[in-house]
């Protein structure tokens, strides 16, 4: 069971899809040098439109090991970073 309460977070709310990549590089970033192992990516349910556009960030950002909806709140995701 993962436990993710404590996990630095993002809220995308309000974000548009143009901006989204500026704003999660800048986050991943600034949380590998802070060598946090996990985050939480708050997109919201709505449309999807976010949600699929965040997951293609996240495919093609190279720190990043994995991630996954989280199973209780499918309106974010956790993210797992490379630290080195």
């Known amino acids: 069971m993962i436990v993710y309460n404590f996990y630095p977070k993002l809220d995308l ?36 439109k976010l949600k699929k556009e965040v997951h293609y960030i996240l495919d093609h950002e190279k720190k990043v090991l994995s991630y996954q909806l989280d199973p209780y709140n499918l309106g974010q995701t956790i993210v797992h970073l490379k630290i080195n």
């Not at 999660?24 to 600034?30: L, N, S």
Request: net charge neutral; aromatic share 12%; hydrophobic share 35%.
């Open 13 to 48: 709310h309000g974000e548009y899809t143009t901006t989204a990549y500026t704003v999660i590089h800048e986050f991943i970033k600034d949380n590998i040098k802070l060598k946090n192992e996990f985050i939480v990516l708050i997109h919201g349910k709505g449309t999807g």
